[in-house]
């Protein structure tokens, strides 16, 4: 895996029922588009991938895309942003893919 190291930040994270996960207006308008629950957006980022980390040229912040499937199999991408420090995870975009 390219950034697993990232995937296993993200998936501790993820699973620690301390942190925060939040949805920008973005992320919310795609979820319901794509009719993808918030609960299946945690289970994924408990157990994800992350195929693609970058920078966000407006506002700085690292970006990473993580992957997974949601509880029927269907593959599911949420765009990220963490804040360890501050046990957050910024959910900035989400969609749902074909079924495997």
Known sequence: M???HEAG???RLAK???TLVFYTGHAE???KK???SKIDIAN???RCSVSLVEV???NGEEEWRSQGTDNDGRKI???VVIYEDAQEIKVVTTWANEKK
């Open 34 to 36: 794509d009719d993808i």
């Open 44 to 46: 994924m980022l408990g």
């Open 56 to 58: 966000n040229k407006k």
């Open 9 to 11: 930040r993200l998936r």
């Open 77 to 79: 991408t949420a765009v």
């Open 16 to 18: 620690d029922p301390r």
């Open 2 to 4: 390219p950034f697993e």
């Open 29 to 31: 308008i795609e979820r």
